[in-house]
Antibody, heavy 116, light 110 residues
Framework: QVQLQQWGAGLLKPSETLALTCGVY????????WSWIRQSPGKGLEWIGE???????NYNPSLKSRVTISIGPSKNQFSLKLSSVTAADTAVYYC??????????WGKGTTVTVSS | QSVLTQPPSASGTPGQRVTISCSGS????????VYWYQQVPGTAPKLPIY???QRPSGVPDRFSGSKSGTSASLAISGLRSEDEADYYC???????????FGGGTKLTVL
């Protein structure tokens, strides 16, 4: 059973770049889409984007200009970078595994706060 | 504003059947599968229904899903206190080339 462990800085200042990494343990990296999803305080889920093992990506059009999802830095890891953050980017960020269509494995979530 | 529309709240008493709706358009629900996620506040979501009406192993058959046209529904029968959570629908949107979620429905078991 695949497990996801995520890490990264939890406190940022406006205009900085958010950087999170997610490690995939206990299963194959191939054959799936690896996603980032966030949830602002008291709000619903928002899909940020995803990547597959070949490096193909899909991004939320509303965030595309600021988002980069990549494989690495180590094997079986994938990363999220979100540039020029503002208070509106304050959220819990989840990494997740998507199989056929469904997200069936989630990381525990990382709380990211943007504050001056 | 979420692309998929859900009622903000729903409620029922133990043993009752409740239904949560999700309304979209031809570019998302109308042409793609619908997925439902259950989230207890403070925890990561879980998947009770995928591909409109399929249940992952371990999910009780009290949970069921359906889709018709550009709308979908999640039904929970024999309501239990542990079903109290936020429920989100999701689908791929062909126009946006991305995944879209509903705004979520808070289910309260009275």
């Amino acid at each position: 059973q695949v497990q996801l462990q995520q890490w990264g800085a939890g406190l940022l200042k406006p205009s900085e770049t958010l950087a999170l990494t997610c490690g995939v343990y206990g299963g194959s990296f191939r054959g799936y889409w690896w996603s980032w999803i966030r949830q602002s305080p008291g709000k619903g889920l928002e899909w940020i984007g995803e990547i597959n093992h070949s490096g193909n990506t899909n991004y939320n059009p509303s965030l595309k200009s600021r988002v980069t999802i990549s494989i690495g830095p180590s094997k079986n890891q994938f990363s999220l970078k979100l540039s020029s953050v503002t208070a509106a980017d304050t959220a819990v960020y989840y990494c997740a595994k998507r199989g056929g269509g469904e997200v069936d494995v989630w990381g525990k979530g990382t709380t990211v706060t943007v504050s001056s | 504003q979420s692309v998929l529309t859900q009622p903000p709240s729903a409620s029922g008493t133990p043993g009752q059947r409740v239904t949560i709706s999700c309304s979209g358009s031809s570019s998302n629900i109308g042409s793609n599968f619908v997925y439902w996620y259950q989230q207890v506040p403070g925890t990561a979501p879980k998947l009770p229904i995928y591909r409109n009406n399929q249940r992952p192993s371990g999910v009780p058959d009290r949970f069921s899903g359906s889709k018709s046209g550009t709308s979908a529904s999640l039904a929970i029968s024999g309501l239990r206190s542990e079903d109290e959570a936020d429920y989100y629908c999701a689908a791929w949107d062909d126009s946006l080339s991305g995944w879209v979620f509903g705004g979520g429905t808070k289910l309260t078991v009275l």
